[in-house]
């Protein structure tokens, strides 16, 4: 005990500051004001602004009945490294203060050390869940700004690799949504799925998650021979295997005790917190950027837009395991009307030589070099370009000053925005729901950090 | 390309910036107006904010009667019943810039304040919990400041124990 680094359970007040996060935390009661409590109780909604419901907040009640314990970061129903601070009432949760900012590696930093060819390597690694949705925002953004055309057969296969890895995607948070409800038999079966996804992705760009493979100008390399086929057999069993879940998830009753009116969200709330995605449209609103403010080629192909009623945890289910055949339907309508041509744009700018031109033509050697040294320069401007990753709106906003690195890259991550809605959604519940509300809202915490 | 909504301040200075945004670039006294006229005009969501530090760049061109600073932050609003966006721009100051909170319209922008706080030191007045969100509490300075230097600090670890 003389040694003051020693640490151990005695040494209460040297645990208490090595895991404290100062004023980034949930505040004892007593040190809070009237307004700030209101606001993490919740009763600040918010319709315009400020608005209290005194008799909303309980201001009488003391610190001693009521205790503040953390869940996370290293809790594994967190979904990576989310820190949530509770106050408890009981097994009633009061009060909640989402600590993030654990897995924050300064990608937007990086972002502006890496030159444009380099970028997507960076962006990638963001969400990455659904990469794909990562390196299309990113490489819109710096289409726009180089104002160059992508071929049809790219715009496809992107569509094509984005439904794929939404399905991935959802098939990731089925598989820990029941996880956490205990329905491990799903855990399962969602990552048994995801794999035949990954297998096609890997077979595609060479790598299963983080592919860099949707990149500025087009994609990074064409859809294998005989890509039909693997797609078709994905299609069709996952297709096959939603009735599956149907059967597992959908009419078993604990399932749907724990998921039905837990945790409702209005359209009014969402709104007004920025959410987006399945959390949005679980409230009715029916906003999905693919069918309000079309890209690629979404205008061209029939699908639904899948809208809940209650904005409560099943709803948030359904719309999931609903928009996973709403994506397969996208894919098989890809595979039918995949257009012939180029998967990557011919403008020399951002597109290096084929390789057996770099073998006879020094011009062709200077070119590729410099590509991928230097990189291309873009045009001096800003621009916001943003598409629906299966979490929500993902945006980025790029700053370009002509050079041959982005003078500012930010991602407006749907996941960041959602994480705002926790407090909110939390208020009431009992602990236990609390799992299933930050399931639900299906953060992902690489992109929540960035 | 849209209009402005009635309602909003005179004299705000717009641009075609790039697409199909309008690009605003009010007065530190006009932003939050023009953002409430946004909002009344059916703008119900801000979809992002984030700021940029121009260091490099002070003398950027801009629209006429538009005085480039050093910090800017960009909000970006969607009205989701007509689907289109705006872009407002506000030159947020060089030294110790400041701008007002939108968090009485769209409580949605507290993360993202706390975030332009957190990573550029812009100061937003109004708002309720301006604390760090991304860098530990005790982090110094503004990591994106185009004058913070990338590595500049090594991986700091509270009272990590020292080598065996």
Same mark, same amino acid.
């Given at each position: 005990m003389s040694d003051p680094t020693i640490r151990v359970a005695e040494r209460v007040e040297l645990l208490a500051a090595e895991t404290s996060e100062g004023a980034q935390g949930l505040q004892a009661r007593r040190v809070t004001d009237t307004d700030e409590l209101g606001r993490e109780v919740g009763a600040v909604l918010r319709t315009s602004g400020l608005t209290l419901d005194p008799n909303d907040v309980d201001f009488d009640r003391r610190d001693d009945e009521t205790m503040i314990i953390n869940m996370g970061p290293a809790h594994p129903s967190t979904h990576g490294v989310l820190r949530l601070m509770l106050e408890l009432d009981g097994e009633f949760v009061l009060r909640t203060k989402p600590v993030i900012g654990y897995l924050h590696t300064g990608m937007e930093k990086t972002g502006e050390v890496l030159s444009y060819v380099q970028g997507g390597t960076n962006v990638t690694r963001m969400d990455y869940v659904s990469p794909i949705s990562n390196e299309l925002g990113y490489s819109m953004a710096v289409e726009k700004l180089l104002n160059i055309e992508v071929p049809?057969?790219?715009?496809?296969?992107? *569509?094509?690799?984005?439904?794929?890895?939404?399905?991935?995607?959802?098939?990731?948070?089925?598989?820990?949504?029941? *996880?956490?409800?205990?329905?491990?038999?799903?855990?399962?079966?969602?990552?048994?799925?995801?794999?035949?996804?990954?297998?096609?992705?890997?077979?595609?760009?060479?790598?299963?998650?983080?592919?860099?493979?949707?990149?500025?100008?087009?994609?990074?390399?064409?859809?294998?021979?005989?890509?039909?086929?693997?797609?078709?057999?994905?299609?069709?069993?996952?297709?096959?295997?939603?009735?599956?879940?149907?059967?597992?998830?959908?009419?078993?009753?604990?399932?749907?005790?724990?998921?039905?009116?837990?945790?409702?969200?209005?359209?009014?709330?969402?709104?007004?917190?920025?959410?987006?995605?399945?959390?949005?449209?679980?409230?009715?609103?029916?906003? &999905?950027?693919?069918?309000?403010?079309?890209?690629?080629?979404? &205008?061209e192909v029939d699908f639904d837009v899948i809208v809940g009623t209650f904005g409560d945890n099943f709803d948030r289910?359904?719309?999931?395991?609903?928009?996973?055949?709403?994506?397969?339907?996208?894919?098989?309508?890809?595979?039918?009307? *995949?257009?012939?041509?180029?998967?990557?744009?011919?403008?020399?700018?951002?597109?290096?030589?084929?390789?057996? $031109?770099?073998?006879?033509?020094?011009?062709?050697?200077?070119?590729?070099?410099?590509?991928?040294?230097?990189?291309?320069?873009?045009?001096?401007?800003?621009?916001?370009?943003?598409?629906?990753?299966? $979490?929500?709106?993902?945006?980025?906003?790029?700053?370009a000053d002509g050079g041959p690195k982005p003078y500012r890259i930010h991602v407006r991550a749907p996941s960041f925005v959602n994480m705002q809605a926790v407090p909110l959604l939390m208020r009431g519940g009992s602990v236990s729901d609390a799992i299933t509300v930050i399931s639900s809202v299906d953060p992902i915490m690489g992109e929540v950090d960035r | 390309m849209i209009p402005l909504p009635l309602t909003a301040p005179p004299g705000v200075v717009t641009a075609d910036v790039l697409a199909s945004d309008l690009g605003c670039f009010p007065t530190l006294e006009e932003y939050v107006p023009l953002v409430s006229a946004f909002k009344d005009d059916g703008f119900e969501m801000c979809v992002d904010l984030c700021g940029v530090d121009y260091l490099e760049h002070l003398d950027r061109p801009m629209p006429d009667f538009v005085i480039p600073t050093r910090f800017e932050i960009v909000v970006n609003l969607l009205s989701l019943s007509k689907k289109q966006r705006v872009r407002i721009r506000v030159q947020a100051g060089n030294n110790d810039p400041t701008v007002d909170t939108l968090f009485d319209l769209y409580p949605g922008t507290e993360a993202m304040e706390r975030e332009a706080f957190d990573l550029y030191g812009v100061l937003f007045n109004g708002h309720p919990d301006l604390t760090r969100?991304? *860098?530990?509490?005790?982090?110094?300075?503004?990591?994106?400041?185009?004058?913070?230097?990338?590595?500049?600090?090594?991986?700091?670890?509270?009272?990590?124990?020292?080598?065996r």
């Open positions: 049809d057969r790219a715009i496809w296969i992107r *569509m094509m690799m984005a439904e794929l890895n939404r399905v991935a995607s959802h098939l990731v948070w089925l598989a820990t949504n029941g *996880m956490d409800l205990g329905a491990t038999s799903m855990m399962i079966y969602g990552f048994r799925e995801r794999e035949l996804v990954l297998a096609f992705f890997e077979k595609t760009a060479g790598l299963r998650m983080n592919l860099n493979y949707v990149r500025p100008g087009g994609v990074a390399a064409d859809l294998p021979d005989g890509w039909e086929d693997d797609v078709l057999v994905i299609c069709d069993t996952i297709y096959e295997r939603t009735f599956e879940y149907d059967e597992l998830l959908t009419g078993q009753p604990i399932f749907r005790g724990r998921m039905i009116g837990v945790a409702p969200i209005t359209a009014e709330e969402a709104l007004a917190l920025g959410v987006t995605g399945p959390l949005l449209r679980s409230t009715g609103v029916p906003w &999905d950027l693919r069918r309000s403010m079309p890209y690629l080629a979404y &205008d289910y359904a719309i999931r395991l609903n928009e996973i055949r709403e994506s397969v339907r996208i894919v098989r309508q890809c595979i039918e009307k *995949m257009p012939s041509g180029d998967y990557r744009s011919q403008d020399p700018k951002v597109t290096p030589p084929p390789r057996a $031109r770099i073998d006879e033509s020094m011009e062709a050697l200077i070119h590729h070099f410099k590509l991928f040294t230097e990189g291309f320069h873009v045009p001096a401007g800003e621009v916001y370009s943003a598409i629906e990753s299966p $979490r929500g709106e993902l945006g980025c906003y790029l700053v | 969100i991304l *860098m530990p509490e005790d982090w110094e300075g503004h990591p994106l400041r185009k004058d913070y230097a990338v590595g500049k600090i090594p991986v700091q670890f509270k009272e990590a124990p020292g080598p």
